[in-house]
């Protein structure tokens, strides 16, 4: 395929090399270390300043803003391959339409969960397993939470379309932005005001809103590559945006679903210290993948272009920096989770108590899955990128549910709560194979090797 006229002015044009490209990607992963940061201090003060039945309750509604947050990036990173791509082509107008309508699309969606999720909320907390200490906690927690979703949705779709713009550097600032806000209003509603866990919820709600109002306001000016226009309504547009960033949504709903297994197999096993000590490794174990989680999304605009202009030998360059870095960081970041994970639990509840010494004994274990954890993500991310929405969804539907599942459902009955702990890193590391399969399998189609 013969490559299309570059424009300059567009920052995935470039010549990408490993200090340019890191550069590049360096404010998404940043983005997405600070929203591991804020997402983890917004249960550190639920476990410190109301109690760890609290910190359960967050994970009993988990699944809901699973859901939420897969739709969105259902749409963002699924639409942004197809943005870009067109971008590449040379087609910005009809890229700008497209964007428009998935953006309209997402704020549909966030406000019929709005309305539904509230109307529901009873039957919904009896289905995700709420017990009735924990009832209404969730139910306090969840109800100022999906009143937000609209704006949960605008969030998740703007961190990923900024990049697509390209402007990373804006999405990172927007993103810290949000995430000090969301700091400053848990301390205000939960130590000053003290209303507990609504307090932490109201602050993440209007931490939503900061990127939500501020990414309307910058689409709705000429600050990037992509801009508000009269959208086309093409159902085509939603159905390739849906379906290539599919695996996502099966990644964010296969979370949800083993939640619900975590939960129910750790409040059999250990009751609700259990419960709030799987929380406790589920949120320190997304802090630890912000790397990947964020590297991967920084670049994936990169692949998307190149991919539409056909220059398969910046393809190929920018592949190999990936996979290096991918590499380099799972060893540094498995290595940080081993010698600091006495104080990352220390941090959510005292020495000495059960939930600190449940959580410590997971740490010797479940760290060895971001030996793994990391090509994982960033293969799927990559074919995301390229459109191959099925490849990418059978990686994340085999980490995140086929897997897991499996194990959930066999080891404990074998080792108790060790069983519990040993199932991701058994579940990323069979997982790697696949990944490897699909690169070997697809390298002539793409011509990234």
């Not at 497209?98 to 907390?125: K, S």
């Not at 210290?273 to 799987?278: E, L, N, P, Q």
Request: glycine fraction near 8%.
């Amino acid at each position: 395929m013969k490559p299309h006229a570059q424009s300059p002015e567009n920052p995935l044009a470039q010549e990408f090399n490993i200090k340019s490209l890191l550069k590049f990607a360096f404010p998404t992963v940043v983005m997405m270390i600070f929203m591991g940061l804020y997402t983890i201090v917004d249960t550190i003060f639920v476990a410190r300043f109301v109690n760890t039945d609290a910190l359960s309750a967050i994970n009993i509604v988990c699944p809901v803003i699973n859901l939420i947050v897969g739709l969105g990036t259902m749409l963002a990173t699924g639409g942004s391959a197809m943005i870009a791509r067109k971008m590449g082509a040379g087609e910005e107008k009809r890229a700008s339409q497209d964007f428009t309508f998935i953006v309209l699309t997402g704020t549909i969606i966030g406000l019929l969960i709005a309305v539904t999720g509230t109307l529901f909320i009873d039957p919904l907390l009896g289905r995700l397993g709420a017990s009735g200490l924990l009832f209404p906690y969730c139910k306090e927690y969840l109800l100022v939470v999906i009143l937000f979703t609209p704006a949960s949705m605008l969030q998740v779709l703007f961190q990923n379309l900024i990049v697509t713009a390209g402007r990373p550097g804006f999405g990172m600032v927007l993103s810290v932005s949000a995430g000090v806000a969301n700091l400053f209003l848990d301390y205000l509603f939960m130590v000053p005001l003290q209303m507990g866990i609504r307090g932490a919820a109201l602050g993440t709600g209007i931490g939503y809103l900061i990127p939500a109002l501020t990414g309307i306001y910058f689409f709705a000016g000429n600050h990037g590559s992509l801009k508000f226009r009269m959208p086309k309504i093409d159902i085509s547009v939603l159905t390739e945006s849906c379906f290539n960033g599919f695996s996502e949504m099966v990644s964010q709903m296969a979370t949800a679903v083993t939640t619900l297994f975590f939960n129910m197999i750790m409040l059999r096993l250990l009751g609700e210290s259990g419960v709030a000590a799987i929380t406790i490794m589920i949120y320190t174990g997304f802090l630890l993948s912000t790397l990947y989680i964020g590297f991967s999304m920084g670049v994936a605009p990169v692949i998307s272009y190149h991919y539409g202009l056909g220059d398969h030998q910046r393809l190929k360059k920018v592949f190999k920096i990936c996979i290096f870095f991918i590499i380099m960081v799972s060893v540094i970041v498995f290595a940080l989770s081993m010698i600091f994970g006495s104080a990352l639990v220390g941090i959510f509840s005292k020495k000495g108590t059960s939930v600190y010494d449940i959580a410590r004994d997971g740490f010797w274990i479940f760290p060895f899955s971001f030996l793994f954890s990391g090509i994982n993500i960033f293969v799927s991310a990559f074919f995301t990128a390229l459109s191959n929405g099925k490849a990418s969804a059978l990686i994340s539907s085999l980490r995140t549910f086929v897997f897991l599942a499996c194990f959930l459902l066999t080891l404990p009955f074998f080792f108790q709560e060790t069983g519990v702990w040993l199932a991701v890193p058994l579940s990323e590391l069979i997982t790697v194979f696949a990944s490897v399969a699909l690169l070997v399998k697809n390298r002539n189609r793409y011509q990234y090797l």
